[in-house]
């Protein structure tokens, strides 16, 4: 099977998760802005990180005949400083015109505060400012409803074109949030949170396969670089036809990245 990953943070990835997914037919891959594990110091930590994400990750993967983009952004769990946030917002412009990125994110909210809902209004202008798609992590666990709930506020505040939004980590109780308002919606297959494959297909079979893409997300955590693919294979064993299969992990997130003159397979 032919598949996109459209959620994938491979710098805490080791080679032969290239070689893996390259193997189960990956045709493109999309590496968001993340946290790295741990809170970075310096702007000059993130204007290292953002060349690694704009140079030497595309050159890793195009090793295995990959196509490597991008998104960038400061992620929500070290925008609570809102000084700090500007600051590496301030950076950002100058690496939008690589040719890998396809616009900004991931961005949105952790703990749902203040100051991170501050710098998610100035990311998301700043996406509107340069006609950019925007990818938003929604937060973990118990804060995700009210975190769902706010980033959509945000955004129609601010009058996004909801087809050039994804809210990504979406679950059962979030999915209606984000498709209902026009956006996009993201599955994220995690072994010990978010979603399980199974917990995947039933949200496609409960809100329907327009919108709607799947993502492994795979980080420094516990988490599995070929999740979309496994969860492709279960999808055929509930007998879903493999056409509709394709269209969730393969033609859904084409044809949102598409959106973006970069993105080309």
Known sequence: MRYIEPHAHMVSRTTDDYQSIAQAGCEALCEPA?????DRGSVEGFKDYFRQLTQ?????????GIPHFTWLCI???ESDDVVFGREVLSIIPEFLDQPTVLGIGEIGLNKNTKNEHTILEEHIALAKERDLPILVHTPHLEDKLKGTRLIVDALKNAQVNPDRVVI????????AIALDAGFWAGMTLYP?????????IDILETFGMERIW?????DWGISDPLAVIKCALEMKKRQHAGELV???????????????PNFTL
């Open 246 to 260: 394709e269209k969730v992990i393969y033609e859904n997130p084409r044809s949102f990245l598409r959106q973006s």
């Open 75 to 77: 992620n929500p769990k």
């Open 192 to 200: 010990e949170s978010k979603c399980t494959p199974g917990r995947a």
């Open 56 to 64: 030497y990750e595309p050159a890793r993967a195009a090793k295995f």
């Open 168 to 175: 990504d980590h979406v679950e059962e109780h979030t999915a």
């Open 34 to 38: 993340f946290w790295a594990g741990y």
């Open 214 to 218: 799947m993502n492994s997300a795979c």
